[in-house]
């Protein structure tokens, strides 16, 4: 079985920085798209960013340009997530996902929701002000 397991979060003043970071075990795929989506209290979950694994494509959303930086080890199956300069705009949990052939810019779709093939337990970032 693939899992997915996130961690990094917590609690941070507004101006700080987290990194999070997501590994992949039971994971044996060569093309994927690797991700961050949020989802803040009351709100819908929206793709943050995503890394591709065989062309480095990358993808942030508008809210978080310039602040977050995604990178990955493929070796180690692992995505991490540099965020930087927080606001508390931030605050969500934060959820890793994987999907097999698919490009990161459909992170921005809605429909990336529903083609996510895993999905790792959400980790909490909280933003004080």
């Known amino acids: 079985d693939v899992q997915l397991q996130a961690s990094g979060g917590g609690l941070v003043q507004a101006g700080g920085s987290l990194r999070l970071s997501c590994t992949a075990a039971?994971?044996?795929?060569?093309?994927?798209?690797m991700g961050w989506f949020r989802q803040a209290p009351g709100k819908e979950r929206e793709g943050v960013s995503c890394?591709?694994?065989?062309?480095?494509?990358?993808y942030y959303a508008d809210s978080v340009n310039g602040r977050f930086t995604i990178s990955s080890d493929t070796a180690k199956n692992t995505v991490y997530l540099q965020m930087n300069s927080l606001k508390p705009e931030d605050t969500a949990v934060y959820y890793c996902?994987?999907?097999?052939?698919?490009?990161?810019?459909?992170?921005?779709?809605?429909?990336?929701?529903?083609?996510?093939?895993?999905w790792g337990k959400g980790t909490l970032v909280t933003v004080s002000s």
């Open positions: 890394i591709h694994s065989s062309n480095g494509g990358t």
């Open positions: 996902a994987v999907a097999t052939y698919y490009y990161c810019s459909n992170f921005r779709t809605r429909a990336s929701l529903d083609a996510m093939d895993f």
């Open positions: 039971g994971f044996s795929f060569d093309d994927y798209a």
